[in-house]
């Protein structure tokens, strides 16, 4: 969660720059794997500077696993992406990065079948909280021409959201998309369920076990009755 905060960092400034579309993609497939894709379009003139050895420098710092050059509705820019790992490992972690960050608030609610993780990305405070008048002025004059949007595609249902639209995927996943301009940025807030496994291990020994104990009564019953 931090390198995504990071790599929003880097957007933001690039996109005080002028017009500059920057799109975000999280994808976490059915088994939890993560990958994240970043898209950064601007004008042909600025891409040009950009170089190979530019775009390793990106790759490298951001420790991405490729890299490329588009062109996309009459602009051009670069694609990065980047596999973040497994959900599973993320939240059994703790993750005491995510959780020292002021920038990120999760708090954690726990229960016999699922815990309930309450996660905000604080955008704001984060991207204009330290900005100058000065910058402030110049995000006032372009905010509206720069957008910075960002999608979640998951294989299960926030329980809360506040994405300003979603869109049911053909393989039953569903993808929440927050989209602004630098005038309209608003703090990010989700909240989901991850199943509490070794409770439900437990139950479902339980239920065995006493699924197997009744079908053992009966058939001694059962016996006895001839």
Request: glycine share 6%; proline share 1%; hydrophobic share 40%.
């Amino acid at each position: 969660m931090e390198k995504l905060l990071a790599i929003l960092l880097v957007c933001f400034s690039i996109l005080l720059v002028g017009c500059v579309n920057t799109d975000i993609t999280l994808d976490i497939d059915k088994k939890g794997n993560m990958t994240m894709a970043m898209k950064l379009l601007t004008n042909n003139y600025v891409t040009e500077n950009i170089t190979q050895e530019d775009l390793q420098k990106v790759k490298e710092e951001y420790k991405a696993d490729s890299i490329e050059k588009i062109n996309e509705d009459n602009q051009s820019g670069y694609l990065l992406n980047k596999d973040l790992g497994n959900i599973k490992d993320l939240v059994s972690r703790g993750n005491k990065d995510i959780k020292d960050s002021k920038f990120i608030n999760i708090s954690e609610e726990k229960s016999l079948i699922y815990n309930t993780y309450d996660v905000t990305l604080n955008m704001k405070e984060a991207l204009i909280g330290e900005m100058t008048e000065e910058d402030l002025s110049i995000l006032s004059f372009i905010g509206n021409s720069a957008s910075m949007n960002l999608h979640m595609t998951t294989p299960f249902k926030l329980v809360e959201s506040n994405a300003t639209s979603t869109f049911e995927e053909k393989d039953g996943r569903t993808t929440y998309s927050w989209d602004y301009t630098l005038n309209t940025l608003d703090n990010i807030h989700v909240k989901f369920n991850v199943p509490n496994f070794s409770n439900i291990i437990i139950i479902a020994g339980g239920v065995g076990v006493i699924a197997i104990c009744g079908f053992i009564f009966i058939r001694k019953r059962k016996n006895k009755e001839v």
